[in-house]
């Protein structure tokens, strides 16, 4: 009996060592690692914003198992160099996400835009992603002033701010700028303070006369400068420097500010709908120019 029991002992434990070096030997599949990134919150709202692709052409897809709308990926299988020659070598899979330039249409500098998942190969758990869920998901979510980006382009003024993972697929374009700051965990424009003295037109609006910033000084907002300039009513339409070009020089108060509303999260590209502050300059000094 004695022995019976032995040989079921030494039989179990042998069935154990061999369940858990099989286990330790069987590293996560390239398929099993993309699945697992696939389900991550950060690659299920990055497909929100960019794996449809409407508009494309089908044949962008035709063959490419590496594209999903207009998200292309890649994997990559890495070892720690300090670990290769032994036999648990500690490798990983690295999988890239990026708008595909198949999208350049709709999303001109769309390959700056990725995001990474790194996942053990061993045990398939998930070492790191990047960047952040927030930045993913809100447009214009930051940490710092260097997480923000201009959106403009040639020809098109200041339209607003987001954050450098949305920025490049903004259908203007964008650009580095020290106007777009980090306010709130937020990308918005900071508002100007001081003096200005700025080039543009002065029009008749609501209230009075308002100066309107050439695209040049990428402003996007007329200044309000009162009901009477020049010695002339606002209020009345035969105002004589109606449209005329100016230099407007004087110390500007600004309230309100920009302001983000909704916009669409499957269209992210789509025009920034702001609130435009509420900017003032007393006493303008003001220059008319040819």
């Known amino acids: ?89 500690s490798c990983a899979w690295q999988i890239e996400y990026w708008v595909s330039d198949a999208c350049s249409f709709r999303y001109p500098n769309g390959n700056k835009t990725r995001i990474t998942i790194a996942i053990d190969a061993n045990s398939g758990m998930i070492l790191a992603k990047n960047p952040k869920l927030e930045y993913i998901k809100d447009v214009r979510y930051c940490q710092s002033d260097d997480d923000c980006v201009c959106l403009s382009g040639s020809g098109v003024r200041f339209l607003g701010c987001n954050n450098f993972i949305h920025g490049p697929t903004h259908f203007a374009g964008y650009y580095k700028c020290e106007k777009c700051k980090c306010i709130n965990n937020s990308c918005a424009m900071a508002m100007p303070t001081g003096y200005i003295s700025l080039k543009g037109t002065i029009t008749r609006g609501k209230g009075g006369c308002y100066f309107s910033p050439d695209r040049s000084q990428d402003i996007a907002y007329s200044i309000y400068l009162g009901r009477k300039v020049l010695g002339e009513d606002c209020d009345k339409k035969d105002i004589t420097f109606s449209g005329k070009n100016v230099i407007v020089g004087g110390i500007i108060e600004c309230s309100g500010g920009y302001q983000p509303s909704s916009v669409s999260a499957m269209n992210p590209a789509s025009p920034q709908q702001m609130a435009s502050p509420f900017c003032t300059i007393k006493n303008p000094e003001i220059k008319f120019i040819k």
């Open 1 to 89: 009996m004695k022995k019976i029991i032995s040989c079921i002992f030494i039989i179990s434990l042998v069935t154990f060592l061999f369940g858990v070096i099989n286990s330790e030997s069987k590293q996560t599949s390239k398929e099993e690692a993309i699945e697992i990134a696939n389900k991550t919150e950060e690659v299920k709202e990055f497909l929100k914003f960019y794996g449809k692709c409407d508009g494309c052409v089908s044949t962008y897809s035709v063959g490419k198992t590496t594209l999903i709308g207009c998200v292309e990926y890649t994997t990559i299988f890495m070892c720690d160099s300090k670990s290769a020659k032994s036999d648990k070598s």
